[in-house]
């Protein structure tokens, strides 16, 4: 399996950007796909993720601020953050698992900064 992540980017404090992930290969009809940040100062933190025919679930710190979704005919998910702050600045990362099988993205920026 294959895993792109796009739509990083800057973005004004109070901003938005949405970011979005495909998968490709041998895709799995249950699966789970999220999204995990990453910083040099901290460990890779989950932030959000949506398994086949469930509803997305939500770390704290981004409840109510971020969105997921996908598009199971394209294998896609998407993560669409509003009112960002400086403290999501981080690497974005798309990660895609079925059964013991997992995969990573490459990463996608988003800085946010005035």
């Known amino acids: 399996v294959h895993v792109v992540e796009s739509g990083g980017g800057g973005v004004q404090p109070g901003g938005s950007r949405r970011l979005s992930c495909i998968a490709s290969?041998?895709?799995?009809?249950?699966?789970?796909m999220g999204w995990y940040r990453q910083t040099p100062e901290k460990q890779r933190e989950w932030v959000a993720a949506?398994?086949?025919?469930?509803?997305?679930r939500y770390a704290d710190s981004v409840r109510g601020r971020f969105t997921a979704s996908r598009d199971n005919a394209k294998n896609m998910v998407s993560l669409q953050m509003n009112n960002l702050k400086p403290e999501d600045t981080s690497l974005y990362y798309c990660?895609?698992?079925?059964?013991?099988?997992?995969?990573w993205g490459q990463g996608t920026q988003v800085t946010v900064s005035s």
């Open positions: 949506i398994a086949s025919g469930d509803t997305p």
């Open positions: 290969g041998d895709i799995r009809i249950i699966n789970d």
């Open positions: 990660r895609y698992s079925a059964s013991a099988y997992v995969q």
